[in-house]
């Protein structure tokens, strides 16, 4: 596990403690070498000794970072829409991408498929209906025969007469494709002026990409390409809040979701076949945070009935959904409080902290969650205002997932150098970083997250080390086993010292 700080050597402590005493007129410049050392010690990675190939490639590294911050333009402080083809461009950005990440931790079933994929394949497959919504939004459904009507929606047209009778398709598939994703070449701020607005687009293009991924062919499909986006970003792992839906085919008929995690099952396997240096897929079983308490003990005992099933991919449980508008965890105490009575071992890994609303019952839900003995902490954003919280996460090596996109998109900083991460990361608190739901961000795989991360939260402080340390967390704060974690280190070493070889120069 990563090295917790030190305390100051007492030398140190007594020579500063003699500075403010006024005994010396000038500070010793040994003891303000002492302390800088002993403060960039603390920073994630700060203990990491480099290689010489390691060292070269850091300092390289470190030019790139020196002019990256001389820009006028810092692209941290910009809204991701404006910066991504920006950070694109950057050299940093093309290291990274290079770079072996580790594991992506902290992620969401439907939105790990670019969306322009979604549009140009699956909307052009046989049999693909759409309807527009009262909320200016769209639904899909594949269907043999022509379907019911449905609320709240317009008749049903099948895309395949509209294109034909469409003189310009890609304004059409233009139009769709802007219901899927909140990317916008418009001003962000302008069309997304609260956190209220961007959150109600935001589960608008889940509820609008439902209908396309849920039915079989293109479940299967769409998973495989997943997992071939992030093995493209350098990425051997991943863990998945899914929400396990019922998937449906071209009759109608459905299955239950057993059924959706063999074909997740099957679809991995059929991935690492091909690509065995790719480690693999666990799974969250996940629910909305506005259920009642009837429905979340129901999906807590399914939870645990797939946790028995399914033991090697299934890593535990989660609720999703916008925390400031749902219930709060110790709403639920009793059904989360049924794996423990039943002596049955259902990890959570619960989203806590993702709020910027202080003192709020909602606002408890960080220490909550660990009171519930959560496995990791997805967000924690607010993590800094709970010193109790922060203390006994970093005590009990219970890992933040930080996703540094997602927090800027759904409004909780505008500037990610003020991030809270940045105080996580300068004293090497458990923490991961990961990309939430990059498709829905025009994002994808985690490199973009790594670039904010990098360069927004760490300054000129966060170099080489710092990144090697997070790609260790990844698989040090995973769901894999103590042996698993061992085998998935040793073929992360292998791609680190190859990617560092062809680096460093």
């Not at 003995?373 to 219970?398: E, Q, Y």
């Not at 990098?454 to 704060?477: D, E, H, M, P, W």
């Amino acid at each position: 596990m990563p090295a917790s700080p030190q305390r100051p050597p007492a030398a140190v402590l007594l020579l500063l403690v003699s500075c403010l005493s006024g005994s010396l007129s000038i500070p010793d410049p040994r003891l303000r070498e002492a302390l800088i050392q002993l403060e960039d010690g603390m920073q994630a990675g700060g203990k990491i000794k480099l290689t010489d190939a390691e060292k070269r490639l850091d300092d390289q590294l470190f030019k790139m970072k020196q002019e990256e911050m001389g820009r006028p333009d810092f692209l941290p402080a910009m809204h991701f829409f404006k910066a991504r083809d920006l950070i694109r461009a950057s050299p940093i950005f093309s290291v990274l991408q290079k770079m072996p990440k580790g594991g992506a931790l902290h992620l969401h079933d439907f939105s790990i498929v670019d969306v322009e994929w979604l549009v140009k394949n699956v909307t052009y497959r046989p049999n693909c209906y759409m309807c527009f919504t009262d909320k200016q939004s769209v639904r899909f459904i594949f269907s043999s025969q022509w379907p019911k009507p449905r609320p709240q929606c317009s008749p049903w047209v099948l895309l395949e007469n509209l294109r034909a009778k469409t003189g310009n398709t890609t304004e059409l598939d233009n139009s769709i494709m802007n219901n899927l994703t909140l990317f916008t070449d418009e001003d962000p701020e302008a069309v997304y002026p609260s956190q209220d607005v961007v959150w109600d687009r935001f589960e608008q293009t889940f509820q609008a990409v439902w209908g396309l991924v849920t039915y079989v062919p293109v479940f299967r499909d769409y998973f495989y390409r997943g997992l071939g986006l992030f093995y493209a970003d350098n990425v051997m792992y991943l863990e998945v809040r899914v929400l396990l839906p019922e998937l449906y085919e071209l009759d109608g008929s459905t299955h239950d979701k057993t059924f959706t995690l063999k074909v997740y099952q099957d679809v991995t396997e059929q991935f690492t076949a091909k690509y065995p240096d790719f480690f693999g897929v666990r799974f969250i079983s996940s629910v909305p945070r506005a259920v009642n308490v009837s429905v979340m003990t129901e999906a807590v005992e399914e939870a645990m009935k797939l946790q028995k099933d399914f033991p090697h991919i299934m890593a535990g449980f989660d609720m999703v959904g916008r925390e400031d508008k749902g219930r709060p965890l110790w709403y639920f105490r009793e059904a989360l409080s049924l794996p423990q009575e039943r002596g049955i071992n259902l990890p959570f890994f619960f989203h806590a902290g993702e709020t910027d609303l202080e003192g709020t019952d909602v606002d408890q839900n960080l220490l909550d969650s660990l009171l519930f003995n959560t496995s990791r902490i997805g967000h924690g954003f607010a993590l800094l205002r709970h010193p109790v919280a922060k203390d006994l996460s970093r005590k009990s090596k219970v890992a933040v997932e930080v996703c540094p996109i997602s927090n800027q998109v759904l409004k909780l900083v505008k500037d990610l150098r003020n991030h809270p991460a940045a105080v996580l990361l300068s004293e090497n608190h458990p923490m991961v970083i990961s990309s939430d739901d990059p498709a829905v961000f025009g994002a994808f795989g985690l490199s973009f997250d790594f670039y904010e991360a990098f360069v927004g939260f760490g300054g000129f402080k966060s170099r080489l080390g710092s990144l090697k340390q997070l790609a260790i967390n990844s698989i040090r704060y995973s769901s894999l086993s103590p042996v698993q974690q061992e085998k998935a280190l040793v073929l992360w070493n292998t791609k680190w010292n190859k990617f560092v070889s062809e680096n460093a120069l």
